[in-house]
């Protein structure tokens, strides 16, 4: 039997529907608003034009971004109605490569990755000395994921009336960490001179007074999210990271509290490369060195340091050896 040979006449268009496909070419949006994001809330993201805290605008993700994540501290481009107006919406169609970022896993076997904030210079890690007890776990892990994402770590401790400080921060001198005090009884103007200017995160457990600290750094903290984000009621709840302007300069970004800090995601290399001198000698590392010394790593190079460097390479392997351990903190 014969093949039947098909011709136009065999084509069938459905009433009713579009004969030419819809196209892919996506317009490049070169008049989008470059802003801030400095909220997420259900699908709405709170951003701020030219990082002004006096332009809010609300904004939805554009279709063409598909799943692209958007996280509080990103720089994105907006178009639309950015007027800020009640009821209003704008797009974000491009989201700009970040220059750090804050990551973590929920524990050390899980590979999924969490992002809390984008392109933020600083990290607070926020520790009280008693009540609850400071853990050295936690502090090594948020250090190890500030010098993995690239932000400078500072070491914030509270309720310093309860405890001495010297001993706990002593424990990370040869980092070279900077420590502040910042209890209820202590001046902030340190802490303060340091956050100006600049878009710092800060972590910490339930409890060790970090929104106590983010309240006398940002006064009627409160009222600031609804006023920034535009989001919902602008509640701030212990669930969502939310950046808020400093009256100085800058932005300081809460963020939920830590329940267990995991570093998947993080490898030896990632840590190394954070710190130029023991990046340069790595590089005479035999390949597959894991940086972590005798016996594992016999002829790793960063044996060979003296001085200085020598101590933040034992620092350094005490953290990564703390990674290791199966305590998420």
Known sequence: MRKREYDESDVRVRPGKASRPRTKIRPQHDDAEAAMVVAVDRGRWGCVLGGDPNKP??????????????????????????????????????????????????DDTDPYERIVVANAAQLLIVVALADPPPRTGFVERALIAAFAGGLQPILC????????YEEFAASFSDLELPVVLAGSNDPIDEVTAMLNGKVTAMIGHSGVGKSTLVNRLVPDAYRAVGVVSGVGKGRHTSTQSVALPLPGGGWVVDTPGIRSFGLAHISSADVIAAFADLAAAAEDCPRGCTHA???ADPECALDLLEGKAARRVTAIRLLLAAVRSNDTY
């Open 57 to 106: 605008v609300v904004a939805m993700r554009a279709r063409e971004l598909g799943k692209t994540p958007i996280v509080v501290g990103d720089e994105v481009g907006i178009v639309g109605d950015v007027s800020g107006k009640t009821d209003t919406l704008a797009r974000i169609v491009r989201v700009e490569e970040r220059r750090t970022v804050l990551r973590r896993t929920p």
């Open 157 to 164: 401790l509270t309720k310093n009336d309860l405890a001495a």
């Open 293 to 295: 010394g005798p016996p």
